[in-house]
């Protein structure tokens, strides 16, 4: 009898602590809707970790968590959904723009709802808002790409492929043979011209002008850099590396080896961007559901949410985590040369740098 007690109580335990185990999200439910300037190829693939994760919780937009777009068309719909006296509700739960800036003015309009990640500043390797208005959630790295293939035919025509940050705008023999995307759209790009204006002054956006900075982005700026015919548009190319690493896995799943791309990690440092993740302060939201939306915040600052974050392509933000995205190169090896971005800077002075770069590239 003693036995048999025995064994019913450890069996009860087992129950006790499988259905505490198996039941913590499934006590999430309501609607959420997540606005995000991830690249759309990667969603479905995360989409399908938080429906299994939160088997409740209803998609909000078409049956998906994530109304996609870039960040600065982002920006755009949350400043419309605004409107001019800023207390208009928004249409998303959450926001995982590409940049902390815009965090930091959503905190001052009063938009965001805080939360507290336990231990963070034991937890995360990046800044976050000592409020807990927002977290990194992913680190996008900015770097420089080349072709191998065209080595010959830029040498032929006296044209460097740019190792350095400075180089790609500094260097004449680039001229006509640059490519970057454009600040004016994307988050991650207008990033990285704060980080090389406070680097190499103003005088580094004249330089872009004067070696005739080509504005693209994804594969199109991958296309040209492979070039058509053999004719290459493209020697150097300011891109993420997720994007690089994103198309040689998608050509290597189709059982193409890509050996027209490689990455170039530039000998003055790489920009990172953590690009946070972000609650919409609950009254102002679309569902009025921030209970949810805390719970997805800390899984994806969860170690299972990071190691998706890093199957994208884009590093993760834990200190206790050493695995990196596939094919890239350590996280700690890269902040020891992030050139760093002034975010205060990026939001106070956002139309300011805007015209800068109008005024003296895109004219």
């Known amino acids: 009898?003693?036995?048999?007690?025995?064994?019913?109580?450890?069996?009860?335990?087992?129950?006790?602590?499988?259905?505490?185990?198996?039941?913590?999200?499934?006590?999430?439910?309501?609607?959420?809707?997540?606005?995000?300037?991830?690249?759309?190829?990667?969603?479905?693939?995360?989409?399908?970790?938080?429906?299994?994760?939160?088997?409740?919780?209803?998609?909000?937009?078409?049956?998906?968590?994530?109304?996609?777009?870039?960040?600065?068309?982002?920006?755009?719909?949350?400043?419309?959904?605004?409107?001019?006296?800023?207390?208009?509700?928004?249409?998303?739960?959450?926001?995982?723009?590409?940049?902390?800036?815009?965090?930091?003015?959503?905190?001052?309009y009063g938009y965001l709802q805080p939360f507290v990640l336990e231990d963070a500043e034991n937890k995360l390797r990046f800044p976050y808002d000592k409020d807990g208005y927002w977290y990194p959630v992913r680190v996008c790295n900015m770097v420089l790409a080349y072709n191998p293939e065209a080595a010959d035919y830029f040498a032929a025509k006296g044209v460097n492929v740019a190792k350095s940050f400075k180089d790609f705008a500094f260097d004449p023999t680039l001229k006509g043979y640059i490519s970057m995307g454009d600040p004016m759209k994307s988050g991650t790009s207008y990033a990285a011209i704060i980080s090389l204006m406070d680097k190499y002054g103003e005088e580094y956006l004249d330089k872009l002008a004067e070696n005739k900075v080509e504005r693209a982005s994804g594969s199109g700026a991958i296309a040209k850099l492979q070039g058509e015919g053999g004719e290459y548009g493209t020697a150097s190319l300011m891109i993420l590396e997720e994007s690089i690493l994103n198309y040689v896995q998608k050509e290597a799943s189709e059982g193409r080896e890509v050996t027209s791309v490689k990455i170039c990690y530039p000998e003055d440092g790489v920009i990172l961007i953590p690009s946070p993740v972000m609650i919409v302060e609950e009254s102002l939201s679309k569902n009025c559901n921030t209970e949810a939306a805390e719970a997805v915040a800390e899984w994806f600052l969860s170690p299972e949410g990071q190691k998706l974050i890093m199957k994208a392509n884009m590093h993760g933000v834990l200190k206790e985590m050493s695995e990196i995205p596939e094919g890239s190169v350590s996280t700690d090896e890269l902040v020891a040369k992030d050139l760093g971005v002034d975010w205060e800077k990026a939001y106070h002075e956002r139309e300011q740098i805007k015209k800068l770069w109008s005024e003296k590239v895109t004219q």
């Open 1 to 108: 009898m003693k036995k048999m007690a025995c064994l019913v109580l450890a069996l009860v335990l087992l129950l006790s602590v499988s259905s505490v185990a198996f039941a913590v999200n499934e006590d999430v439910d309501g609607e959420l809707v997540i606005f995000t300037s991830m690249y759309k190829e990667v969603l479905p693939m995360i989409d399908a970790a938080l429906k299994e994760e939160f088997p409740n919780l209803t998609p909000g937009n078409e049956g998906s968590f994530f109304f996609q777009g870039g960040s600065n068309d982002l920006i755009a719909k949350i400043y419309g959904e605004m409107g001019d006296k800023r207390d208009g509700a928004l249409s998303a739960d959450m926001i995982m723009v590409a940049e902390p800036a815009f965090a930091l003015e959503l905190k001052d």
